[in-house]
């Protein structure tokens, strides 16, 4: 996508220059298109949001014929390609502290140029505090919103659209975020929302809560008493003491009270029985750090126990919390989780959230924007131009106090796949590298050493443009710094995963109007494809049956090799442009497979027919024309619908649902079979609505969601190291399954027990 952030000069930008790191332009991005704003101030941090415009360009693929062009000519490639502009949505969130909330609305006001609003939706108790002041520098209205609404509604906004949003923090884990899947259905759930005070907050439905408890002890409670203990007045230092301190030095223990007789009573003598029991009869003087630990100590167990009482009498399980007192510090996560378990028994979890910070932002701006219903769209979070949680390590930025979340608007809305046998603990990812350290580190570097040749093909796909270069150079600094983040942190962004890492990287590309590097590769390779697509599906009919269902497994695994994003292929199409399908099914593993459920297939395959299937594609060229489309004509003969879904948008050099329309057209004008299942509808083209190399079945196209479960579908074939091995390897579906890839990775296939060009071909029926 374009990097569109201002770049205007002025005294209030200067200002805003001397005081920050990033600059401004990089933290308030889009903002001459900016349309509407909310801000949430709290006592201590101003949260703004704003909807935005992003001009960026996409590669579009059209058919020759639609333009009257002749395409029977050998040399002629199969489709043109023209990159345009396109214009999208983006929402962007921006959190600093409160003393930068004069220079940065100085340096908005100087920017601004296409807003259609006259009014700022406005939350928190700063609202009241700068609403004189921000009337006046912007000129816009303030329009105060309802706290508590603002925060539901953004709670709710983020666990539907962020996949990894909540996490439970586990003190003895490494690292101790450990990111929840998210359940279908969000509701309900209990929100603690702690700031000064505490509120709770059963929510049941989109627009249906009600305050069920609260508390006046609370962050205002730990900053005061913690002010008075030891004279800190910034609530950040504060907190930083009590990371140091021992609350045993000046609390009283249950040993301290029982003795070894607390072992007949069944409790820990490491319990807590009086907070600061000990400063009572003690002479001494107590350090800071202890009396600031105690302190924290005693308020999170309260409000534990509190929300814990709460969460059993509304028969509630999943509790998040929220408000400036969590605001990600370990020790405050930490002690609130353990009283949660210890009172609960472990029968309720605490639960956080990356984003609580910008939950008020996120509500105000939906009350605001509520005549266009942004509830109606998908939205994604765009890596590219968000920090991450925690993310602002202290080697890479020293002195960042500016935290960013941007949100693209998706095209089309996401729903699960109906097939998925349980979606609440449907988990995409096969590996978490969150936790798997050894893994971890080679991925990154892998991901790292690919850089000099994303680039190099990022430039080559633009030959006539005069600054690819230097946007290219571009990209590869922030994917870089991305990657360092994630060495330090790999937590920042969820689950750390290989999908997660490939599409931090299209993101970044996006970024800097790279949208397709590999258009003019797949464009040559399709054509190539089907101009052979008529001999291979020659010598397939010529095959006995038996003989031909083999062949076309084969095919599905030889095109399959085609991969431009696996480093041993790429360096093989490079270094000898001949290499083809005959040559590509050379390098398959000979039977047995590292993964071989071949036979239960083809005595599947003597039985009745399917009634529909459901394909994910892979790549262009050979995996789909010479790979994928036979086997679908071979399923077409048997009487089956096939639903053939392939991406909304590129990612390395997969096939997209544009592509596939027109080589489906081109197939279709060579074989009837293909012809008339086109015709008849059996055989359907739809999208995926993703836009990366893997495949989460959770958040795909509602589009094809409803095909599928309109057409009955009784079989899903996954294809792709990608698509079958990074991800869905374990996933668990209602109905048969293939999942079949070739490990084109020598790392992962040594972990995976095999080689180079090891081949899995995993049939799974469903438990009766």
Not at 52 to 76: I, Y
Not at 295 to 302: F, K, P, R
Not at 315 to 338: A, E, N, Q, S
Request: hydrophobic residues 40%; aromatic residues 10%.
């Amino acid at each position: 996508m374009a990097e569109c952030g201002a770049s205007g000069s002025g005294s209030s930008g200067d200002s805003l220059d001397k005081s920050i790191t990033l600059p401004p332009d990089e933290i308030f991005r889009n903002l001459e298109n900016a349309k509407r704003f909310a801000i949430d101030i709290g006592g201590s941090l101003t949260k703004l949001a704003y909807y935005s415009t992003v001009q960026h360009k996409v590669a579009r693929v059209r058919s020759f014929e639609s333009s009257g062009r002749d395409t029977e000519q050998d040399h002629e490639p199969p489709y043109e390609i023209s990159v345009q502009e396109e214009v999208t949505a983006r929402l962007h969130f921006v959190k600093f502290e409160n003393t930068y909330i004069e220079a940065c609305l100085d340096f908005i006001k100087d920017h601004l140029v296409n807003t259609e609003t006259k009014v700022i939706q406005a939350t928190g108790g700063g609202a009241y505090k700068f609403k004189d002041l921000i009337e006046e520098k912007l000129r816009l209205k303030v329009d105060k919103e309802d706290v508590m609404t603002c925060l539901i509604k953004g709670c709710n906004f983020v666990l539907r659209n962020i996949p990894h949003e909540a996490f439970a923090y586990q003190k003895d884990s490494d690292p101790e975020f450990r990111f929840q899947t998210n359940h279908p259905d969000i509701f309900p759930y209990l929100l603690v929302n702690i700031g000064s005070g505490v509120s709770i907050v059963k929510v049941e439905t989109e627009d249906r809560f009600e305050w069920v408890g609260g508390s006046s002890i609370g962050g205002g409670t730990f900053w005061g008493l913690g002010a008075l203990l030891t004279k800190t007045k910034k609530f950040d230092e504060l907190l930083h003491l009590a990371s140091k301190g021992q609350h045993t030095s000046v609390d009283m223990l249950v040993r301290d009270v029982y003795g070894g007789a607390h072992q007949t009573l069944g409790l820990s003598g490491d319990l807590i029985a009086s907070s600061f029991g000990k400063s009572a009869a003690a002479d001494k003087e107590f350090s800071k750090e202890d009396m600031a630990k105690s302190l924290l100590h005693m308020i999170s167990n309260d409000i534990g126990q509190l929300a814990c009482l709460y969460a059993k009498l509304h028969c509630l399980d999943r509790v998040y919390f929220g408000g400036f007192f969590i605001r990600g510090h370990p020790v405050t996560m930490r002690t609130i989780t353990y009283s949660i378990n210890f009172f609960s028994k472990g029968e309720v979890q605490a639960l956080f959230l990356r984003h609580e910070g910008y939950l008020g932002a996120i509500g105000a701006f939906l009350k605001g924007a509520e005549q266009d219903n942004p509830n109606q769209y998908s939205w994604g979070e765009n890596y590219a131009g968000s920090s991450g949680l925690m993310s602002s390590s202290p080697e890479l930025c020293p002195t960042q106090r500016f935290d960013l979340l941007e949100m693209d608007r998706l095209e089309r809305p996401l729903a699960n796949l109906p097939l998925l046998l349980d979606p609440s603990s449907y988990v995409p990812d096969t590996v978490d590298l969150t936790d798997d350290a050894l893994a971890r580190k080679y991925w990154l570097t892998c991901f790292e050493e690919a850089l000099d040749g994303v680039v190099k093909r990022a430039v080559a796909s633009q030959p006539g443009s005069v600054d690819a270069a230097e946007r290219a150079e571009k990209f590869r600094q922030k994917y870089w710094r991305k990657l360092q983040t994630l060495r330090h942190q790999p937590f920042a962004y969820g689950t750390l995963t290989v999908r997660s890492l490939l599409d931090t990287r299209e993101h970044c590309l996006n970024e800097f109007n790279f949208p397709d590097p590999y258009s003019k590769v797949k464009q040559k390779e399709n054509g190539v494809a089907l101009k052979c697509f008529p001999r291979v599906i020659r010598c397939l009919d010529a095959l006995g049956w038996e003989e031909r269902q083999l062949a076309l497994v084969k095919g599905l695994l030889a095109g399959n090799v085609f991969d431009w994003g696996a480093k041993a292929v790429s360096d093989v199409l490079e270094s000898d442009p001949q290499f083809g399908f005959e040559e590509a099914k050379s390098k398959l593993q000979e039977r047995p497979w590292l993964v071989d459920s071949y036979g239960k297939w083809l005595q599947r395959l003597k039985g009745p027919p399917h009634k529909c299937a459901l394909i994910f594609a892979d790549n262009s060229g050979i995996d789909v024309i010479l790979g994928v489309f036979p086997f679908v004509r071979e399923l077409l003969s048997r009487g089956t619908e096939v639903i053939l879904a392939c991406n909304s948008g590129p990612a390395l050099n997969d096939v997209t649902y544009c592509e596939s329309l027109i080589v489906a057209e081109r197939i279709a004008a060579m074989d009837p079979v293909v012809h008339s299942a086109l015709k008849e509808e059996r055989l359907l083209l739809m999208q995926t609505g993703s836009s990366s190399p893997c495949l989460d079945l959770s958040r795909l196209d509602k589009g094809l969601a409803v095909l599928v479960r309109e057409r009955g579908a009784d079989l899903v074939v996954i294809e792709g190291m990608g698509r079958a091995v990074h991800t869905n390897y374990y996933a668990a579906l209602r109905c048969e399954s293939l999942k079949l890839a070739v490990i084109k990775n020598s790392w992962l296939a040594e972990r995976l027990g095999g080689r180079l060009f090891s081949v899995i071909f995993k049939y799974e029926v469903p438990a009766e």
